[in-house]
Nanobody
Framework: QVRIVESGGGLVQPGGSLRLSCAAS????????MNWYRQAPGKEREFVAA????????NYADSVKGRFTISRDNAKNTVYLQMNSLKLEDTAVYYC?????????????WGQGTQVTVSS
C-alpha cells in the first residue's frame, strides 16, 4: 500500500524558516522523482520544487528560487523541503508528489498535504 505523509508545517513569522518532510512507503522510492507542490486558498495547485530519483538534479519555481531547497534521503525514503526567508505569499497547503515516468506509462502518488502559514 502506497503511503506518502507530509509533516513539518506550521505557523511561522515572515522571514522565518520551516523544514517540511515527506515520508514515503509502498513503492520503490529511489526510482521516483519527488516533487513539492502547494495550493493557496482560492488558487490552483502550483509547482514548487522537484528532485530527480538519485538526487542529482533539482528544479524550482521562480517564486522560491534562492529561498527553498529540496533534498532527499533514499535510505530513509524521505524528501525534504527547507524553506527560508518565508513570505506571506508562501502560505499554502504543501503537497508531496512521487512521480515515475517509464517508456510506456507513468505513475504518480500524492500525499494529503501539510499546512504552512506565514503570518505576523
Amino acid at each position: 500500500q502506497v503511503r506518502i505523509v507530509e509533516s513539518g508545517g506550521g505557523l511561522v513569522q515572515p522571514g522565518g524558516s520551516l523544514r517540511l518532510s515527506c515520508a514515503a512507503s509502498g513503492f520503490t522510492f529511489s526510482t521516483y522523482a519527488m516533487n513539492w507542490y502547494r495550493q493557496a486558498p482560492g488558487k490552483e495547485r502550483e509547482f514548487v520544487a522537484a528532485i530527480t530519483s538519485a538526487g542529482g538534479s533539482t528544479n524550482y519555481a521562480d517564486s522560491v528560487k534562492g529561498r527553498f531547497t529540496i533534498s532527499r534521503d533514499n535510505a530513509k525514503n524521505t524528501v525534504y523541503l527547507q524553506m527560508n526567508s518565508l513570505k506571506l505569499e508562501d502560505t499554502a497547503v504543501y503537497y508531496c508528489k512521487a512521480e515515475w515516468v517509464g517508456l510506456v506509462g507513468r505513475k504518480a502518488y500524492w500525499g494529503q498535504g501539510t499546512q504552512v502559514t506565514v503570518s505576523s
